[in-house]
C-alpha cells in the first residue's frame, strides 16, 4: 500500500512538472516576435528622412565653412552648452577636417526625434547624433 501511495504522490508532482513546461512554451512561442521584423526601426512613411538628411548636410556645410559661429548654429542648446567653449578655440583646420569626414556619413538609426550617422575619420569610425527641434529642422547634439 506504501509503494502505491508513493507512486501516486510522484506522479502527482510529476504532472504538474509537465504541465508547467507546457505552460511555459505557450507563453514563449506565443510572445515572441518574429526574427525578420525590427520594431524599433520606423519606416520611411512615417519619418521624412529627407529632413534628417538635409539636417546632415547642415552640419557638414558649418563645418566646412569653418566659422564658428555657424557651427553654433546647428548645434542644440545643450550641445551648444557642451562643445560651445571648445569650438571657440578650436582650430580652423580641425573643423575643415571634420567636415570632410562628414561627407562619408552614413544614417545609422533614426526615429521622428532622433538619428545617428557614423563617419570615417582618419580610418576610425566614429557617430554623430542629431535631434528634431519643435519647428522640424534637425540640430547637432552630439559629434
Not at 102 to 121: D, N, T
Request: hydrophobic letters at 45%; aromatic letters at 14%; one cysteine or more.
Amino acid at each position: 500500500m506504501k509503494k502505491i501511495l508513493l507512486f501516486l504522490k510522484n506522479f502527482f508532482v510529476f504532472k504538474f512538472f509537465i504541465m508547467g513546461i507546457f505552460i511555459a512554451f505557450i507563453l514563449h512561442f506565443s510572445g515572441s516576435c518574429n526574427k525578420d521584423d525590427d520594431p524599433y526601426m520606423p519606416t520611411e512613411e512615417t519619418v521624412d528622412v529627407r529632413k534628417i538628411s538635409d539636417g546632415a548636410k547642415s552640419a557638414e556645410t558649418a563645418f566646412l565653412s569653418a566659422d564658428v559661429e555657424n557651427i553654433k548654429n546647428i548645434l542644440t542648446e545643450d550641445a551648444l552648452k557642451t562643445y560651445g567653449t571648445a569650438l571657440s578655440q578650436a582650430d580652423e583646420w580641425d573643423l575643415l577636417e571634420l567636415g570632410e569626414a562628414l561627407k562619408s556619413r552614413e544614417l545609422k538609426v533614426y526615429s521622428s526625434m532622433y538619428a545617428e550617422y557614423s563617419y570615417i575619420k582618419g580610418g576610425i569610425t566614429y557617430t554623430f547624433a542629431m535631434a528634431r527641434k519643435e519647428d522640424g529642422s534637425w540640430k547637432l547634439m552630439r559629434f
